[in-house]
């Protein structure tokens, strides 16, 4: 998530410094379950289980970890044994806490703002994952975390649920009936995503400007060959490509890990 400071002009609602706390934690809850219905989930669990095996890690960081429900999801969706690591430029304490003690051992949290595209010791000897995060990165900050990425982990995966495409485009009408359906699917129920979604419906207008705003704002395959290009950095392998038209994605892992 782009510091406050640096935010672009048209910015996503959870990004918005005076929008409720609570309001932005029930909407960053709602998104993968919203995003399901893309059947993203599988195709995220398809490239973590790529990730691992190009990368050999068994811990893992992820960048801009929002709500963590998707990397509770990872945890509990995998068979093998690792640990994985929670950050955000606005960690949610409470939220990450809560998650830790549902997986003792498993899941732990970076305790301080940590701002994505300057992170850089941080990453040193894990597996990165940034997932549905960097579209929200500008362009000026993308190139420095692609760089940071290729200098200090072990590999890393960016994974996209947008792609700037007609196709795309065409089916946020029939996504937006899940906008409604989101409070019904996330665990644990909470009644405030009930009560902004269908008492006062502000939740669902939430996920329609947020969807319209990161299709605007996606990386295309061709921004993200461009920028490990021009990286220029030695010993690594990388696959850019797309699932479906809807997820793009960057795997890269460093050749003496695979």
């Not at 490239?47 to 068994?58: I, Q, V």
């Not at 498993?106 to 990453?123: E, N």
């Not at 299709?215 to 797309?242: C, H, I, P, T």
């Amino acid at each position: 998530m782009p510091t406050s400071k640096h935010k672009p002009l048209w910015v996503e609602i959870h990004q918005l410094d005076w929008i409720p706390a609570c309001l932005k934690e029930r909407q960053l809850e709602g998104i993968f379950q919203i995003l399901k219905a893309t059947r993203f989930d599988r195709k995220l669990l398809l490239l973590f289980s790529k990730l691992k095996e190009k990368t050999g890690s068994g811990d893992f960081l992820d960048l801009g970890s929002g709500a963590g429900n998707v990397v509770e999801f990872l945890v509990r969706e995998s068979s093998h044994s690792f640990k994985y690591t929670l950050s955000d430029l606005e960690p949610r304490l409470d939220l990450y806490q809560k998650i830790k003690e549902r997986n003792p051992g498993r899941i732990d949290f970076v305790p301080y703002s940590v701002d994505i595209s300057k992170a850089d010791g941080i990453l040193r000897g894990k597996a990165i994952t940034l997932i549905t995060t960097f579209h929200e990165l500008e362009r000026r900050n993308a190139q420095n975390t692609i760089d940071n990425l290729l200098e200090y982990s072990k590999g890393f995966l960016i994974l996209e649920p947008v792609n700037l495409s007609l196709t795309q485009l065409l089916r946020f009408p029939l996504l937006f009936l899940h906008f409604w359906l989101a409070p019904f699917k996330v665990k644990p129920w909470r009644s405030t995503s009930f009560i902004f979604t269908w008492v006062w419906p502000i939740l669902p207008f939430f996920h329609l400007h947020d969807g319209l705003v990161s299709f605007l704002r996606s990386y295309k395959k061709a921004d993200f060959a461009r920028m490990l290009q021009n990286s220029s950095r030695l010993g690594w392998e990388w696959e850019v490509s797309s699932l479906g038209p809807d997820t793009t994605y960057v795997l890269a892992w460093r050749k003496s890990e695979s």
